[in-house]
C-alpha cells in the first residue's frame, strides 16, 4: 500500500471483523471497483469504440468486431454467434458450446485473424490461442427476454419494462478468462500499459464490449432499436461457481490490497468533518436510489430473500435517521458508520459502500493500489518464539478450532480430473480426500502452532526439521505485515459457505443483484447502467442503478 500522510482518515476496520466470511458475503459493489475504475479510466481519454466488421445474418450468426484505443493502443473484440441447439445451452463449466464466444485481441486484427477466432474462440478451452489474444469468453442468451426483445422491436414496440426488469440482461458469459489460460497472454504482458494496470481491466473491457454487443444484436435481428434507457439498463449477465472461489485465499497479497484500499476509503470518509450541502443532496439521492434498487432485487433462494427482506425492512429505518440535523452535524459520516451497526451486516456494508459515492475526488486515487507486485516471502531469520507470538496475536481464531470434529472437517476442497476447476466435496460421505488441495489454512496453522518452540531457534533451522509447516509459516508471516491478507475462518468446516467468498471478489468486479442458486454458484448482473459506448462523458453515476423506465 502507499503512504498518504497528509489525508486525514480515521483507523481502519479492524481485520478481526472484516475479514468473515459472513460480511464478506454481504459486500456490495462501490465506485472502487474495477468496472467503475475502467469507466472513468475511459471516460478521461474520451474513447472512442468503432465497429469496423458486423458480418451477422438476419437470423443472428456471424461475427462482428469491435476496437478501440486506450492507453496509447489499440484493442478489439471479436465476437462469435452461434446457432446453439437449445439441449446444448446449459451454464455449467462442462458445457462444449455456447451461443455466443469472444475473444479480446491485443491490436485491430486483419481478416486472416479475425478467421483464425471466428474459428477457434466457439471450441474455447477445446482450441489453440496465441499471445495477441488477451481475454477469452463465452456467453449464453437468455433465451426468454432475448425472444422478447427481439419480437417487440419486430412489432414496432419497446419491450415490457417489467420483463426487462425481472431479468436485467440480454445474455450472460460463463467464463471470462484471462492471464495466460489456454495459451492466450499472460497478464505481464499488458500489466505495464495505461489503463490495464489494475486488477481485471482486460476482462472488464471484454464484459463491457460484450455487453454492447448483446444490444447491437437484439436491434440486428428484431429490426429496431432499443431506448438508450432499456440499453443502460441491460447489463451482462454472468454465472460464477466454484471455480472462482479459491482465488481469494491463493492471492493472499491482492486480497489485503483489495480489501485495504476499500477500508482505507472509508476512513478516510468517517474523518471529513463537514458535509457541504451538495453532500447532502447526493447522500438523500442515493438512499432513495438504494432503496429502489433493494425493491427490484428478487431471488428465489430462500436464505438470500430473507436477507434482503430484512434490507427493505432495515433500510427505511436508517434513512429516518438521516435528519439535517444529523448531516450537518460534526463528523457525520463517522457517526452513521459507528451507529449503523444496529442493524444487520448486509445493511451495515450497504450503508459504507453508499457513504463513499459522494467523495470520488477523496477516495479514488486510491485504486492505483489495487494491484501488487510482490507474492508472500518466508523470513527464514526469524525466532520460533516471535513467529509464536506472531501465531497467539492474529491466528487465535484457527487454534481454538477443533478439526477433529466432523463439523469442523466437513470438507475438503479438490480439483476436478474433467474440467481442472476447484470442487468442494464432503470429507464424510464421498471419496477423494486424499486428493485434497491446501486450503485448510487454519488447521495447518494450528498445526504449526502445536510443533513451533518458543524459544531463539531460527524459522528456517525449525523448517529445515519439519518443512511441511513451510508454507503455514509463511501464511503467519504474511499476515503479520498484510494484516487484510487472510480470511479468519474455517475453510473446511461445515459452515463455510463458498458463496460468500464469490460474492466479495464478485463486488469488487463491480457485481450487482445477487441471485445465488446454491451456497456454490451465483448469478449476478454487471455494467447494469453503466455508459453505453458513445455515453463515456456521464461515466460514473451508476452505484446500484434503477430502472429509468
Avoid at 488477451?134 to 442468451?141: F, G, H, I, P, T
Avoid at 464432503?426 to 502452532?449: M, W, Y
Amino acid at each position: 500500500m502507499k503512504d498518504f500522510p497528509e489525508t486525514p482518515q480515521m483507523p481502519l476496520r479492524a481485520p478481526k471483523t472484516v475479514m468473515r466470511l459472513r460480511r464478506m458475503g454481504a459486500a456490495f459493489p462501490t465506485r472502487l471497483s474495477f468496472l467503475r475504475t475502467l469507466m472513468r479510466a475511459l471516460a478521461a481519454e474520451n474513447v472512442q469504440v468503432q465497429r469496423p466488421v458486423w458480418n451477422i445474418d438476419a437470423a443472428g450468426f456471424g461475427h462482428a468486431v469491435y476496437s478501440l484505443r486506450f492507453g496509447g493502443y489499440d484493442y478489439s473484440l471479436v465476437a462469435v454467434s452461434s446457432d446453439l441447439p437449445p439441449e446444448l445451452r446449459t451454464d455449467r463449466v462442462i458445457a462444449s458450446a455456447w451461443d455466443t464466444a469472444y475473444v479480446l485481441y491485443d491490436g485491430i486484427p486483419d481478416a486472416d485473424e479475425v478467421a483464425r477466432i471466428v474459428q477457434s474462440a466457439p471450441k474455447q478451452e477445446a482450441a489453440r490461442f496465441t499471445a495477441r489474444d488477451l481475454v477469452l469468453s463465452r456467453a449464453n442468451k437468455s433465451v426468454r427476454l432475448f425472444e422478447h426483445v427481439v419480437n417487440a422491436l419486430k412489432a414496432g414496440k419497446q419491450p415490457d419494462p417489467v420483463k426487462l426488469r425481472e431479468t436485467g440482461y440480454l445474455m450472460r458469459t460463463t467464463a471470462v478468462y484471462g492471464n495466460g489460460k489456454f495459451g492466450i497472454a499472460d497478464r505481464g504482458h499488458i500489466s505495464e500499459r495505461p489503463g490495464m494496470g489494475g486488477p481485471f481491466m482486460a476482462e472488464m473491457l471484454t464484459v463491457w464490449l460484450i455487453r454492447g454487443f448483446t444490444h447491437d444484436l437484439a436491434e440486428h435481428v428484431g429490426g429496431g432499436t432499443l431506448s438508450r434507457e432499456a440499453k443502460r439498463h441491460l447489463g451482462i449477465g454472468n454465472s460464477t461457481g466454484l471455480g472462482m472461489a479459491p482465488f481469494l485465499v491463493n492471492h493472499p497479497l491482492l486480497l489485503d490490497a483489495w480489501m485495504q484500499v476499500r477500508e482505507t476509503a472509508i476512513a478516510r470518509v468517517r474523518a471529513i468533518p463537514k458535509l457541504d450541502m451538495d453532500q447532502i443532496s447526493r447522500i438523500y439521492e442515493l438512499v432513495a436510489r438504494a432503496a429502489a434498487h433493494l425493491a427490484e432485487w428478487d431471488v428465489p433462494d430462500e436464505v438470500a430473500a430473507d436477507r434482503i427482506a430484512t434490507l427493505r425492512k432495515e433500510w427505511p429505518e436508517f434513512a429516518a435517521t438521516l435528519t439535517p440535523e444529523a448531516l450537518t452535524a460534526s463528523q457525520p459520516i463517522d457517526h452513521i458508520l459507528r451507529t449503523s451497526a444496529q442493524w444487520s451486516v448486509d445493511t451495515q456494508e450497504l450503508i459504507a459502500a453508499l457513504m463513499l459515492e459522494p467523495f470520488g475526488d477523496l477516495i479514488d486515487g486510491l485504486t492505483d493500489c489495487m494491484a501488487t507486485p510482490f507474492v508472500p516471502q518466508l523470513d527464514p531469520a526469524m525466532t520460533c518464539a516471535d513467529l509464536k507470538a506472531l501465531i497467539e496475536a492474529d491466528w487465535q481464531w484457527a487454534c481454538d478450532i477443533d478439526y477433529t470434529t466432523q463439523a469442523d472437517c466437513a470438507q475438503f476442497w479438490y480439483v476436478s480430473e474433467e474440467k481442472l476447476e476447484p470442487r468442494l466435496g464432503n470429507r464424510h460421505a464421498e471419496p477423494g480426500a486424499d486428493c485434497e488441495t491446501p486450503l485448510d489454512i487454519g488447521r495447518q496453522v494450528k498445526a504449526l502452532s502445536a510443533d513451533v518452540p518458543s524459544d531463539t531457534t531460527s524459522v528456517g533451522e525449525f523448517l529445515a526439521n519439519t518443512p511441511d509447516h513451510r508454507a503455514a509459516v509463511r501464511r503467519v508471516q504474511t499476515l503479520a505485515l498484510h494484516p487484510y491478507a487472510e480470511i479468519r475462518d474455517n475453510l473446511i468446516g461445515d459452515a463455510c459457505l463458498p458463496i460468500d467468498i464469490l460474492r466479495c471478489k464478485l463486488a469488487y468486479f463491480g457485481a450487482a443483484k445477487f441471485d445465488p442458486k446454491s451456497d456454490r454458484w451465483t448469478r449476478i448482473t454487471l455494467a447494469q447502467g453503466a455508459p453505453l459506448f458513445d455515453e463515456l462523458d456521464n461515466a460514473d453515476d451508476w452505484w446500484l442503478p434503477v430502472a429509468a423506465f
